[in-house]
């Protein structure tokens, strides 16, 4: 396969099919953003009724609480934010401790969950 493989710092991989000068000047995403898969374009949570990208916990925790989430504590895995709707709810979303590991995959259970309130938008870096 013709072409140049570039790894940023963050571990994602980029294909340059016929790499410059210029191809290496690029400037990293300023935003936070998970990729499904190698060559899949980057995703982002967006809070649909303010249309806000969400960049880290704390503003999905605020999000999550005005729609009746509540943080539940489980002591066993301290590796994990969990969030339930009430006791007697089945709902349960389970999300990383480190806003650096939160995917895709975490992405979609938020959406599954909150279908009118969130959605799994491709990342598009702003042009300079």
């Known amino acids: 396969m013709p072409g140049l493989w570039i790894f940023s710092k963050h571990g994602l991989t980029q294909l340059i099919w016929s ?3 210029e191809s290496f000047q ?3 995403p300023t ?3 998970a990729a499904m898969a190698p ?3 980057p995703r982002v949570l967006v809070y649909v009724p303010s249309n806000q990208v969400i960049k880290s916990y704390a503003e999905l925790e605020q999000r999550l609480q005005e729609l009746g989430w509540k943080r539940y504590n489980n002591g066993q895995r301290s590796d994990l934010i969990q969030y339930h709707r009430s006791e007697t709810s089945a709902d349960l ?4 401790r480190n806003f650096n590991n ?3 995959v975490h992405m979609y259970d938020i959406v599954v969950k909150n279908r009118s309130y969130f959605q799994v938008r491709s990342y598009k ?4």
């Open 26 to 28: 690029h400037e990293e």
């Open 102 to 104: 939160f995917k895709s």
């Open 125 to 128: 870096a702003k042009a300079a």
């Open 19 to 21: 790499p410059t000068k």
């Open 39 to 41: 060559g899949a374009r």
């Open 93 to 96: 979303i389970s999300l990383p």
């Open 31 to 33: 935003l936070r953003a």
